[in-house]
T-cell receptor, first 110, second 116 residues
């Protein structure tokens, strides 16, 4: 499965939008892009996933570049509860070959 | 609440001992995945079961074994424990199996194992 690279950490102010980038330059045509997040002392939590088109759900939006070599997770209004480590994963077979890298640690300032 | 239940939440044991971690997947989910999360290694995939059958193995040590029972709950057995086995062990479940549909994994809250 394709490797992803993310910034180690990012900071945002509460109630402002947050754009979390992810590079997956070796992604193949059938690889989905998945985002999970892990709040302190909890298991990872699904955020969103997509293949080619931009995706929206109640938690976030996923913007996928036209060449699919990068994507951006968008939190429209950050809250304190959004402070977590965000993992970007690309892969075809979910679960068994998911490679959770270090992720991006998002801090949200009040 | 993800619907995935893991027991015990915390476990303290000594080196050389054996422990069993239990996972009950969400109702209707056929796949169970085990992950290990330690401070220096991040989240590492261990093993995947689908409807009772082993489907994939990751970085799972020979001292570790797992199984999925007919009622779909799963157990991860860790034996001859070493200090380095201290970690959080997560179970996740999903509806599907080995075909990538871009689906969603539901993680439990984890079992924290401390080996002294």
């Amino acid at each position: 499965d394709a490797k992803t690279t993310q910034p180690n950490s990012m900071e945002s102010n509460e109630e402002e939008p947050v754009h979390l980038p992810c590079n997956h330059s070796t992604i193949s045509g059938t690889d989905y892009i998945h985002w999970y997040r892990q709040l302190p002392s909890q298991g990872p939590e699904y955020v969103i996933h997509g293949l080619t088109s931009n995706v929206n759900n109640r938690m976030a939006s996923l913007a996928i570049a036209e060449d699919r070599k990068s994507s951006t997770l968008i939190l429209h209004r950050a809250t304190l509860r959004d402070a977590a480590v965000y993992y970007c994963i690309s892969g075809f077979n979910y679960g068994q070959n998911f490679v959770f890298g270090p992720g991006t640690r998002l801090s949200v300032l009040p | 609440d993800s619907g995935v239940t893991q027991t015990p939440k915390h476990l303290i044991t000594a080196t050389g001992q054996r422990v069993t971690l239990r996972c009950s997947p969400r109702s209707g989910d056929l796949s169970v995945y085990w992950y290990q999360q330690s401070l220096d290694q991040g989240l590492q995939f261990l093993i995947h079961y689908y409807n009772g059958e082993e489907r994939a193995k990751g970085n799972i040590l020979e001292r570790f074994s797992a199984q999925q029972f007919p009622d779909l709950h799963s157990e991860l057995n860790l034996s001859s424990l070493e200090l380095g086995d201290s970690a959080l062990y997560f179970c996740a479940s999903s509806i599907g199996g080995h075909r990538g549909l871009g689906g969603e994994l539901f993680f439990g809250e984890g079992s924290r194992l401390t080996v002294l």
